[in-house]
């Protein structure tokens, strides 16, 4: 009994050496590391934010070298209480917003009926990148969404082997999806930046609400107005950050440490939640919210009384360029 | 609908060339960081292995 005793204290003293020798940090704590004291909870509470243990590795993979980083209890933590509440929060309490908007407004209908006239409003190559961009973004929404929430929601419904098959092969398209989006956002960039730019007729417009609170009242907008503007800057910013974060995250040897990757993973896994509540309200009011809305990327024509409507001053411009049907032209035609 | 489904089968195959060509740049991990000093094991049919 004395001896394995003995051979007890010989073992902890040895931990207390090799922990106290493998990082400078570690040699520097507070407490005195005795063969009495020495426990693994009383160390890793003794590192300081930023500490780590770290070893000597002979592969050529230097995040390999960390042996203990305090900072991943937090980031774990992160992913496991906070990150639920914040995408629990914004996409559930967009769709109750959007559901109580809908019961409280209603859809939002053309006020002077359809006119049976046409007007181009995205031409196919538009549709083609706003369909392109937006395919991948739900793919991407609904597998990154199962890495979050799958195992909560998802694995109880399909069991162990079909949910590990399905994640298996929503990785694999989350993984190579993300080019395809990548691209679209930077095409979407480039044929729609000059009708985003911000300008005083988008403040008129923000002050009266865009005119969706109340019937018959329709501030005037360009091509895209003010709240279109709001999501297209929401996609770029978004996207980027989705993109830089993501590149980080497909190919994790290139952040400096560990530190750097959970810190990519968290603006990561934040910025698609916000992401994804935010595309909730576009397919919203592209589609059931708003009447006649969604033929605008469906068959790329809208009614020009639509049109006139939500868009007027975008209307005038193309009719002054000889683009669209005069003003005479519109009647309202009862609805099929 | 037709740029819809253009959108969709470009996608398609972006991805799957994407996927070809960084099979085709990229080493596993067994293969990457295994060195005349040390041998990174095989790590098998999983969704961190080669497969």
């Known amino acids: 009994m004395p001896s394995s005793l003995s051979n007890l204290r010989a073992l902890c ?70 990150l639920p509440i914040i995408g629990g929060v914004a996409i559930l309490g967009m769709l109750v917003l959007l559901a109580v908007f809908l019961m409280m407004r209603g859809r939002i209908r053309v006020d002077h009926g359809f006119s049976g006239t046409k007007i181009l409003r995205f031409a196919s190559f538009e549709r083609f990148t706003h369909w392109l961009t937006a395919s991948c973004f739900i793919v991407l929404a609904l597998s990154g969404l199962n890495i979050s929430f799958g195992r909560v929601l998802i694995l109880p419904l399909f069991g162990a082997g079909a949910f590990a098959t399905m994640s298996g092969y929503a990785k694999i398209a989350h993984d190579y999806l993300a080019f395809p989006f990548m691209l679209g956002l930077v095409i979407m960039f480039l044929i729609w930046i000059k ?35 709001g999501i297209f800057w929401i996609v770029i910013i978004g996207g980027a950050l989705m993109s830089v974060s993501g590149w980080f995250l497909l190919f994790p040897y290139l952040p400096a440490n560990v530190t750097a990757l959970q810190f990519w993973t968290v603006i990561h896994a934040v910025i698609a939640m916000l992401f994804i509540a935010a595309m909730l309200a576009h397919i919203y009011i592209g589609s059931v919210g708003m009447e006649g809305a969604f033929d605008a990327m469906g068959t790329g024509e809208v009614d020009l009384n639509w049109a006139k409507e939500h868009h007027s001053l975008w209307v005038a411009e193309e009719q002054a360029k000889g683009r669209a049907p005069s003003g005479s032209d519109t009647r309202a035609v009862p609805a099929e | 609908m037709k740029s819809f489904l253009a959108a969709l089968a470009f996608a398609a195959i972006a991805a799957f060339c994407v996927s070809s060509v960084l099979d085709t740049i990229q080493q596993a991990s067994s293969v990457a960081y295994t060195t005349s000093g040390a041998r990174v094991g095989d790590p098998g049919n999983n969704l961190i292995g080669p497969n």
């Open chain 1, 13 to 82: 003293a040895a931990i207390a050496l090799l922990f106290a020798f493998a990082h400078p940090a570690a040699a520097q704590l507070s407490f005195k590391p005795t063969a009495e004291a020495v426990q693994e909870d009383k160390l890793l509470n003794a590192l300081k934010e930023g500490d780590k243990i770290t070893g000597r590795i002979s592969i050529p993979d230097s995040m390999a070298s960390s042996l203990i980083q305090p900072a991943g209890r937090d980031w774990r933590d992160f992913q496991r209480s906070k």
């Open chain 1, 195 to 229: 009708d985003n730019i911000p300008g005083k007729i988008d403040w008129q417009w923000i002050k009266q609400g865009g005119g969706i609170l109340s019937n018959g009242k329709h501030p005037p907008a360009r091509r895209f107005n003010a709240g279109q503007k």
